[in-house]
């Protein structure tokens, strides 16, 4: 169909029109976010400001909000993300190494791919439940009237191993981890797949076996992704609250995991990082929860606002923490 060239030029304003007005609407998308985040955020620090102090970082729960403190929850969620990230790496790293250097593709394969996406995005609360049903109860193979105890020797000590878990903290890492897991996967094999083939045909062709390559080529290249996806993935860990609920994380606590502070109580007693795993806990998220829900306005206004931005500069630090590893890593690579 022929068109007139005012035809053409009406046609080609129009587009032009409404290609600045999408991109005005996505400008005011984006500007009215971010209007929405700082007044959040401002809001939270102006009701904690004079309230994050080092005297809150050390104390304890506490009834008198001046008194209170996020210590024992703090340490709850560093030992938290610490045993969930040597579960759920390992296993994550692995797995996307097999699936990408060694699987070969096929329906089994793919099964598998189709089923990681949706595990991806299964609420968060449906791990809980399987975590309190694998981890705390154990397919209640133990009575629960019976306090059922394995007792391990070890050096000096001895380790005294819970049966079922029970609402203790590797029943929460180890749920944490499952929720996590499909995305460190996922992550970790985008992550492999950008590196060139040509970089594992060079190394093969000059002799190296296929492990070889996967360790001292592929792999190297791949870390800043990988270790971009594992920590955004324990940075998602470390605010989730409905798992954990789940599972049994006690909201008022006025101990750390085994007892630990600081690098001092380590070193007077080794022992107690043993302890840690089996030891009752509580986290940040919880804490904050368990803060709003008080009576008391100065729990609900303040406290909890000064839980919340200790919270937000952990998962700042963390996510800086990810920006740095992948630019550093990047530089240093040459193809």
């Not at 029109?17 to 609407?25: A, G, P, T, V």
């Not at 971010?34 to 304890?60: C, E, M, P, Q, T």
């Not at 030992?79 to 990408?100: M, Q």
């Not at 940075?235 to 989730?240: K, L, P, Q, V, Y």
Request: glycine share 6%.
């Amino acid at each position: 169909m022929n068109q007139t060239p005012s035809e053409f030029d009406s046609r080609l304003s129009t587009r032009h029109r409404n290609s600045k007005l999408f991109e005005l609407f996505c400008l005011t998308a984006v500007l009215t976010s971010l209007i929405i985040l700082a007044v959040l955020l401002l809001s939270v620090i102006y009701k904690s400001w004079g309230w994050v102090d080092l005297d809150f970082l050390r104390n304890h729960h506490s009834r008198k909000p001046e008194d209170a403190g996020i210590n024992a929850a703090f340490w709850g969620s560093f030992w938290l993300i610490i045993l969930t990230a040597l579960f759920s790496i390992p296993i994550g790293v692995g797995a996307a190494l097999y699936l990408e250097e060694y699987a070969r593709k096929n329906k089994f394969t793919t099964f598998i791919q189709v089923n990681l996406a949706n595990l991806a995005g299964v609420p968060s609360i449906v791990y809980g439940i399987l975590g309190l049903t694998v981890f705390v109860r154990m397919f209640d193979m133990f009575r629960a009237e019976e306090d059922t105890v394995l007792t391990i020797s070890l050096f000096v000590t001895q380790l005294s191993i819970p049966l079922p878990f029970g609402t203790t903290l590797i029943s929460g890492a180890l749920t944490l981890s499952l929720l996590i897991l499909p995305v460190v996967i996922i992550s970790s094999q985008e992550s492999l797949r950008s590196v060139p083939p040509s970089l594992r045909h060079a190394s093969l062709a000059l002799g190296a076996t296929e492990w070889q390559t996967v360790r001292s080529q592929v792999l190297p290249a791949a870390i800043p992704g990988i270790a971009t996806g594992v920590i955004l993935s324990l940075s998602r860990a470390i605010g989730e609250t409905a798992p954990l609920l789940m599972v049994g994380a006690a909201s008022f606590i006025t101990f750390t995991p085994g007892g630990i502070e600081g690098i001092g109580d380590v070193i007077a007693n080794p022992a107690s990082l043993l302890e840690v795993p089996f030891s009752k806990y509580t986290c940040m998220p919880m804490q904050i929860y368990n803060w709003v829900k008080f009576a008391k306005i100065e729990f609900q206004e303040y406290v909890a606002s000064a839980g919340i931005v200790i919270l937000l500069g952990v998962l700042l630090l963390m996510n800086a923490t990810a920006v740095y590893i992948r630019m550093r890593f990047q530089n240093k690579i040459q193809w």
